[in-house]
């Protein structure tokens, strides 16, 4: 990540790198989906993708309780991404080992998102 005089808080934060790399390599591997993609899928794995980061960087800034929220939607989003990418799979855009380097990772952001918001839920409801 690049560093800034500039910082933000929520940029401190593992799981928030890990997003930011996670939407890098989706983007990446979308470059070699067809033009025809464009539109469809390439466009729907690369908001996914990218809406984990963005939704966990904006939901660092309320309140615990619109963290959790925002952290669920960046938990919807991981799932999102596991059907596109297995979509991307089967249409021969992304091979067998990126499918599951793509599952490691997601998996991995999962169960950090999954933590957090546990974290998160306690403070809330003590």
């Known amino acids: 990540m690049r560093k800034s005089k500039y910082h933000f808080k929520f940029e401190e934060l593992t799981i928030y ?5 996670f ?8 470059k ?3 033009k025809d993609e464009r539109f469809e899928l390439t ?12 939704n966990i960087a904006e939901g ?8 959790h929220n925002y ?5 919807f989003s991981t799932h999102e991404c596991i ?20 599952r ?3 998996t991995e952001l999962s169960k950090m998102i999954t933590t957090l918001r546990a974290i998160i839920f306690k403070r809330i409801n003590n």
């Open 71 to 75: 952290l669920g939607n960046a938990w």
């Open 83 to 102: 059907a596109c990418s297995s979509k991307a799979w089967i249409r021969n855009y992304i091979t067998i080992e990126e499918d599951e380097e793509n």
């Open 104 to 106: 490691r990772l997601i």
């Open 43 to 54: 466009s729907q794995f690369k908001r996914a993708a990218d809406s984990i980061a963005l």
């Open 60 to 67: 660092s800034s309320g309140s615990d309780k619109q963290f």
């Open 17 to 21: 790198s890990m997003a930011m790399e």
């Open 32 to 34: 070699k989906f067809p």
């Open 23 to 30: 939407g890098e390599v989706v983007n990446m591997q979308s």
